[in-house]
């Protein structure tokens, strides 16, 4: 999970929401992602479809069932269901997501029953430092929106 805040940094570096994952096959990370939504105006480019598809890539193969994806957010619906479709082992998050998490806050997609394949989750892995990463995100971002008000009513208040 250390390497997948790395990358979540990596992310929040470029402007992106502060999202990283890692796939690990055989104890070894084999691929990693991080959010590039707005680098890419993509709105798939999340962090752990990136991760996977790297994955693949790697093996030769859309089947992951012996790998572990690692993510410091709790996979989106998007993200979920493709994590079911390539058949991942296990994923492993940090933050759970209230607002659309898919893995335990509002579905439980990877245990769903109905569905042909199902994944080992674990949640809460370094969920302190996942959330501050996400956070702190969030704060700065509403802190510039709120400068930005204060400065263009300041700038109307001269003008009048």
Request: net charge negative.
């Amino acid at each position: 999970m250390m390497q997948a805040l790395e990358e979540a940094e990596r992310a929040q570096a470029e402007g992106e929401v502060p999202v990283g994952a890692v796939v690990v096959h055989d104890g070894q990370v084999i691929a990693r992602g991080f959010n590039r939504r707005e680098s890419w105006q993509d709105p798939t480019a999340h962090a752990e479809l990136i991760a996977v598809r790297r994955a693949a890539e790697a093996l030769g193969s859309w089947r992951l069932h012996e790998c572990t994806v690692y993510v410091t957010l709790e996979p989106c619906p998007m993200c979920a269901g493709m994590l079911v479709n390539a058949r991942v082992g296990r994923v492993v998050f940090g933050a759970r997501d209230p607002k659309a998490g898919a893995m335990r806050s509002l579905y439980a997609m990877g245990e769903d029953p109905r569905l042909n394949h199902r994944i080992e989750v674990k949640e809460g892995v370094l969920s302190a430092a996942c959330g501050r990463v996400l956070s702190e995100f969030f704060r700065t971002i509403r802190e510039r929106r709120k400068a930005t008000v204060s400065e263009d009513d300041s700038s109307t208040q001269e003008s009048s």
